[in-house]
């Protein structure tokens, strides 16, 4: 049984950067790819960025493609998401999810999600 918490939300003006972390425990992920998803109020929850488990290869939206960097440290059981050059449309409740699958976009193929943090970025 393994846990996912993340943090580092918060509100940041556009323009401005954040850094969200999101800490492992109960077990092992370091053999999971890791991804990240947001959900704005009255949307469906979407597809951020990805990692697999080696750190070698990212996956990202298009949406984010070139101001977010995923990464990890298998050592602390954690993930990050640097997000730079943030946009009031990047509004929304971070979650981030482990699967055995790596660069699926689909909610259904993560077995494991953290309760979220708020990233709220002002115009």
């Known amino acids: 049984q393994g846990q996912l918490v993340e943090s580092g939300g918060g509100l940041v003006q556009a323009g401005g950067s954040l850094r969200l972390s999101c800490a492992a425990s109960g077990r092992t992920f370091s053999n999971y790819a890791m991804g990240w998803f947001r959900q704005a109020p009255g949307k469906e929850r979407e597809f951020v960025a990805a990692i697999s488990w080696s750190r070698i290869s990212t996956y990202y939206a298009d949406s984010v493609k070139g101001r977010f960097t995923i990464s990890r440290d298998n050592a602390k059981n954690t993930v990050y998401l640097q997000m730079n050059s943030l946009r009031p449309e990047d509004t929304a409740v971070y979650y981030c999810?482990?699967?055995?699958?790596?660069?699926?976009?689909?909610?259904?193929?993560?077995?494991?999600w953290g309760q979220g943090t708020q990233v709220t970025v002002s115009s």
């Open positions: 999810a482990a699967s055995t699958y790596y660069r699926v976009v689909t909610t259904e193929k993560y077995d494991y």
